[in-house]
């Protein structure tokens, strides 16, 4: 039995901290039903929005997650592929296992909720897919080869997924956030400090510093972006990267 919604449906993996917890708690407040496809239950129950634990690295999962919502709905209206991890390496210091870990979660993960959403997208004419790179998409950073390579990969996903499926009326963009303030920022600041013994206030002030904007991002500014990419006031707006770092790669 198909459930109907007014606004739209809209899947969110990794939505259960960050930057995911406030696209969905965005996209759910505008009237979307929402469903978060994580491992870790999100912190709190909001309306609209729905849990589904799933392992994005696992391709069969995701499909099957995606596929559940789809028998429930019908379609899937945005998909914003959000779930990853980071990883301060640099490629010697990088296992072939780690490796391989960052490309399951990072890059498989997004191909498999691509991939899933789109048959519903084409039957229906219509469709805003997301995908959450990284100013690293863009410019290197020291200490980031795996990270850098699969954000540089998600980069490529959305351009090519945007020419392959413009006929059908399907966008694929790309959000390139810089530096914003999440768990993800906070655990890499914290294994920083562990190592260098620095104090920690200096050291978030050395990162707002380096924004030309002089403050660090956060992530319902993020969602903004994401919102405005999935509605009708971006119709033409797709294969693009969207950068939002405070001016950071402007530099």
């Not at 379609?75 to 399951?104: P, W, Y």
């Amino acid at each position: 039995m198909t459930t109907q919604t007014n606004h739209g449906v809209c899947i969110v993996t990794g939505g259960s901290l960050g930057i995911g917890h406030a696209i969905c708690r965005l996209f759910a407040a505008k009237g979307y039903q929402v469903i978060n496809l994580d491992l870790q239950a999100p912190p709190d129950d909001c309306n609209n929005i729905q849990w589904l634990q799933c392992d994005v690295s696992q391709v069969a999962q995701v499909h099957s997650s995606i596929d559940s919502v789809i028998r429930k709905y019908s379609k899937v209206d945005c998909l914003i592929s959000n779930a990853g991890v980071h990883l301060s390496a640099n490629i010697e210091q990088t296992s072939e296992d780690v490796l391989d870990r960052m490309f399951a979660i990072n890059v498989k993960g997004a191909y498999a909720a691509i991939q899933a959403v789109l048959p519903s997208m084409v039957k229906y004419q219509a469709g805003s897919i997301i995908l959450m790179a990284s100013d690293q998409a863009l410019i290197a950073k020291h200490n980031s080869f795996a990270y850098n390579l699969t954000k540089s990969a998600l980069a490529s996903m959305a351009k090519t997924t945007a020419l392959d499926y413009a006929k059908y009326n399907i966008r694929a963009n790309a959000v390139c956030p810089g530096t914003i303030e999440t768990p993800l920022y906070h655990n890499a600041i914290d294994k920083y400090l562990a190592q260098s013994g620095r104090d920690a206030t200096e050291v978030h002030a050395e990162e707002a510093a380096l924004q030309p904007l002089g403050r660090l991002g956060q992530p319902d500014e993020v969602a903004q972006l994401c919102y405005f990419l999935a509605s009708e006031n971006a119709q033409f707006i797709t294969g693009s990267l969207q950068v939002i770092d405070g001016g950071y790669t402007a530099q």
